[in-house]
């Protein structure tokens, strides 16, 4: 019971860094643009979906709070802060995307709120991965580093990468979802947005190589890790291809495997740890009566009708887009 709630907790990360990471990275790529009809037309690639996207992360919470109570509580006792920032931003972008059309003269007020909610949404994000990654601060399995104890300058650089990968996979979604302006504008910034991204992770691989991280102790007893690099390297590969030869679908699902590859990366680094390095996965298990408990209710029917009302949802808003006169 436990493996299937750790099933369930990792899928939804992933599909929540997928989903929403993709149209939170055109609320970042709509900042770059001051051309309405271009707004309207990438506002137009994420409208149908967006909401359902920011359901995983409802998700996430609840099977963490049932399933893995200790690590719902330690990780709000470190990042109480950063969290309420990030539902900040997450509530503004949203108030931002529904009221943007309402009005002409403070327009522009609410498109700065959709960029600045999703910047800072996915900053956040990326600097809890990096907190993560370089060790809280942990006595006998409770949080003991303060009210900024996740901050350093490692976390930060973090948080400055998700921003551009999210960029880079919103960048993707553009290129596959739009037409003429608005495509063309995607296409030539998805070369400099990979670039960024691989900079990003060679700084992230040099400082962990300097700083010892205990996560490099991880790789060296455990080689086939290199597995999932390796697939990341060889999807950029055919993301160059793609700016190379135009192909429309290939940087979308091209950058969504880089983003899986990693997240793998991560997840077998850790294993069998929720909280690295102190709280292992049994250690964090809630009962086994209550695991039993939200299977029959989340397990067995809450997260398959999610899984296909996410597929039908995909399906029925599939194709490219065009520019609208109506909502916005």
Request: aromatic share 16%; proline share 5%.
């Amino acid at each position: 019971m436990v493996t299937f709630w750790v099933a369930v907790l990792a899928l939804s990360v992933l599909l929540y860094v997928l989903l929403d990471g993709f149209d939170l990275g055109v609320g970042i790529l709509f900042g770059l643009t001051r051309s309405e009809t271009r707004r309207r037309v990438m506002l137009s690639a994420v409208s149908p979906i967006w909401d359902g996207n920011e359901t995983w992360l409802v998700v996430t919470g609840v099977v963490l709070w049932g399933a893995f109570p200790i690590v719902y509580a330690t990780l709000f006792s470190a990042f109480y802060l950063p969290l309420l920032v990030m539902l900040a931003g997450l509530i503004l972008r949203g108030v931002a995307f529904e009221f943007r059309y309402k009005t002409e003269r403070a327009r522009w007020l609410w498109d700065w709120g959709f960029v600045g909610g999703s910047v800072a949404a996915t900053f956040i994000q990326g600097m809890t991965v990096g907190a993560l990654v370089e060790g809280l601060p942990t006595a006998n399995g409770q949080y003991v580093g303060g009210d900024f104890g996740w901050f350093s300058p490692f976390a930060a650089l973090c948080g400055v990468g998700l921003c551009l990968g999210y960029a880079l996979l919103g960048a993707g979604w553009l290129v596959n979802k739009c037409e003429a302006d608005v495509r063309d504008s995607a296409w030539r910034q998805i070369p400099y947005l990979a670039v960024g991204v691989l900079v990003f992770l060679a700084i992230v691989f040099i400082y962990a190589l300097v700083e010892n991280l205990p996560l490099m102790h991880r790789w060296i007893d455990r080689p086939y890790l290199f597995v999932f690099p390796a697939i990341g390297a060889l999807a950029a590969l055919v993301l160059a291809a793609s700016v190379r030869r135009r192909r429309d679908g290939w940087p979308f699902y091209t950058t969504a495997l880089i983003f899986v590859s990693a997240f793998g990366t991560l997840a077998i680094s850790f294993w069998p740890y929720m909280i690295p390095f102190s709280i292992t996965i049994d250690e964090a298990a809630a009962p086994h009566s209550s695991l039993a408990f939200m299977f029959w209710g989340e397990g067995l029917f809450v997260f398959p009708l999610m899984l296909l009302y996410t597929v039908i949802s995909y399906s029925v808003f599939r194709g490219k887009v065009k520019p609208t006169v109506g909502h916005y």
